[in-house]
């Protein structure tokens, strides 16, 4: 078994760190967060992570996995996985500030004969800039590997421990298969291309699977005018082995830390460099206006929204995470509040801190059903499955008027109107009762 370093430990760093160590390797875990890493050294996940924890302290129990707030001397480990953020920058470029001061920290520690690996997802050419860094560090026999992550917040363990691919990117064929190495136990599919087309694979997927949610949330407006119902349209398409049924639910858009930055800096490396990221640039649109969609439903059913009560009912960007990286779900509850709406905001594991450091106007609430007393609309924001399972007559009978935006296409339709609501949803005009169907038959 090998011994790795994994420099950053958030969403991707700590459970890549935690899964190698599960799979055997010793693995040494630097963050320039010093809290983030007193947690870890606990054992204890910084993030929501279902299934992290428990990985965590296995790894620190046998003895395979620690984690430091400051880096050595001189990396015991020769292969060297880069795992922090890439945020968006001015223009939508990506910001790579972190990698350059990884690298150039990690470069001059380095023994010969090492490698850099980069998991984060970085501008097509970062690679050759690694290696350049590297060189000017007096690194001369050192190898660069891309190896471009595609777990999914929410059930990034599994998507780890059974990837559909490992991508790797390098002119170093040796140095590509030691990296192989540390996932044979897996016995997964390894791509292995040039570094550009690596770092391209992770900016294409992204935006592929971006493309798809703006497509299906483009039908589902146009099911909206024509009465048909986006639900039954993304399963009838999605048997189609040729299209598929994944990332075609029609909602309130995509966000999350990935898609939106990634989105953007792919159209902004393509329009830089001459190219006309025409598609890129409506996926983007057509996303920007799903939450006004949203907005738009629950202004037509209560009319001016100045002094309504709305409870918004989650602010993760999606079910099983913590993460409010642009979270659709905060967005929305932005633009309620401008437009004069009173804003209760309910999630499960989402801090209070973090919620109203992103929606200042908003209040937060752990309980649902008192946060909805008394309220005009309710709108469902995050698929949370602890939503599904709420005492949904109650909060209708304690509504000053029971108006349910089920912004996710998540609850039972029929279910809610039993229940008592006046049910609005996307692109589904008859899952909305009678009223609407008339209105589109007129
Ligand atoms: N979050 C995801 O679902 C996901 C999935 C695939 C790929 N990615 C990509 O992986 C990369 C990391 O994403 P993330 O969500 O894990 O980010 P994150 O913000 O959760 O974690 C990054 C960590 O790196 C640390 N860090 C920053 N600079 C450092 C330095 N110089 N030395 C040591 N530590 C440093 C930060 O303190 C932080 O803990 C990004 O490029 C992202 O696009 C993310």
């Not at 029609?250 to 006309?276: E, I, Q, R, Y």
């Not at 001016?304 to 409870?311: F, K, Q, S």
Request: net charge negative.
């Amino acid at each position: 078994m090998t011994s790795i370093a994994v420099i950053g430990c958030g969403y991707v760093g700590a459970v890549s760190a935690a899964c190698f160590a599960e799979l055997g390797h010793t693995v040494h875990c630097i963050d320039t967060d010093p809290s983030r890493v007193a947690l870890l050294q606990q054992g204890s996940s910084p993030i929501h992570e279902p299934g992290l924890e428990e990985l965590l302290q296995r790894g620190i129990e046998a003895g395979r996995l620690t984690f430091a707030a400051t880096y050595p001397d001189v990396f015991d480990a020769r292969i060297v996985f880069i795992a922090v953020n890439t945020p968006e920058a001015q223009e939508g470029a990506a910001d790579i500030r972190a990698v350059r001061d990884a690298v150039s920290t990690v470069a001059a520690r380095l023994r010969t004969g090492s490698i850099i690996v980069n998991k984060s997802t970085v501008p097509i050419g970062t690679g050759d800039l690694v290696a350049g860094m590297a060189e000017r560090a007096g690194c001369r026999s050192i190898a660069v590997v891309s190896n471009p992550e595609f777990l999914r917040e929410g059930s990034a363990i599994r998507d780890f421990m059974e990837p559909d691919r490992v991508v790797l990117g390098s002119d170093d064929r040796d140095a590509m298969d030691r990296v192989a190495a540390l996932y044979a136990p897996l016995n997964p599919v390894v791509q292995r291309v040039d570094i550009r087309t690596a770092e391209m694979i992770k900016y294409a997927s992204n935006a592929f699977l971006a493309t798809k949610i703006s497509f299906i949330n483009e039908i589902a407006s146009i099911c909206e005018t024509l009465g048909a119902d986006v639900e039954e349209v993304a399963r009838g398409m999605g048997m189609d082995t040729r299209i598929g049924g994944q990332f075609l639910k029609a909602g309130l858009g995509w966000g999350g830390s990935c898609f939106p930055k990634d989105v953007k800096a792919l159209a902004h490396m393509a329009a830089v460099h001459g190219a006309h990221p025409q598609l890129l640039r409506s996926v983007m649109d057509i996303n920007h206006d799903q939450r006004l969609r949203a907005v738009q439903k629950v202004r037509q059913a209560l009319g001016d929204l100045e002094g309504r009560h709305v409870t918004v009912l989650g602010a993760a960007f999606k079910a099983n995470t913590d993460d409010l990286r642009n979270s659709p779900a905060i967005e929305l509850a932005n633009l309620l509040h401008l437009e004069g709406a009173h804003v209760t905001v309910v999630d499960p594991v989402v801090p209070a801190a973090r919620l109203l450091a992103l929606a200042p106007h908003a209040t937060f609430a752990l309980d649902a059903v008192e946060a909805a007393a008394g309220a005009d609309a309710v709108v469902l924001a995050t698929d949370w499955p602890e939503f599904r399972a709420l005492p949904w007559h109650a909060i209708a009978a304690h509504m000053e008027r029971a108006l349910l935006v089920d912004t996710r296409n998540y609850l039972d339709p029929a279910t809610m109107r039993a229940a008592g609501f006046e049910y609005r949803c996307m692109g589904r005009p008859g899952a909305e009762g009678a009223a609407a169907s008339e209105l589109i038959e007129a």
